[in-house]
């Protein structure tokens, strides 16, 4: 099984952990890729197909996807819909908004929703 957006979703979880103290927005950012990436590899992994049907690959649609799937399938996504929320909301600010830099708390706080995220997937045996 090709697991290569497994192997790139830790890796962009360390990243935020090695950028966290520093660089908190860019750690925000990785946090929010590495659950993309883990998205994406679900997505494979239950041949899942993520395209729309004007060809638009946003990382909202493919959420709003996957937390369908996920609460068709397992239910009790309050928790996981919660921290992806968050982390969308986050990521945006970091990345696009016209605000302070985000902290390292802000960061923190990332890291800890997409560690809600992570233990969901785990919990359901889905990485």
Do not use: W
Not at 55 to 60: A, P, T
Not at 72 to 91: D, E, H, P
Request: glycine share 4%; proline share 2%.
């Amino acid at each position: 099984m090709n697991e290569n957006f497994k192997i790139k979703g830790y890796d962009s979880y360390d990243a935020g952990n090695f950028l966290k103290e520093k660089h908190p927005n860019s750690s925000i950012h990785c946090y929010h890729y590495c659950c993309v990436q883990f998205i994406e590899q679900i997505f494979l992994d239950y041949d899942i197909d993520f395209k729309s049907e004007t060809n638009d690959y946003s990382h909202e649609q493919r959420i709003t996807k996957f937390i369908s799937f996920v609460g068709m399938k397992f239910g009790n996504i309050a928790l996981l819909n919660s921290a992806l929320t968050k982390i969308r909301k986050t990521r945006n600010e970091a990345d696009y908004n016209n605000i302070p830099l985000k902290s390292k708390s802000d960061s923190t706080e990332i890291q800890q929703q997409c560690d809600v995220f992570m233990s969901y997937l785990k919990t359901n045996n889905l990485i």
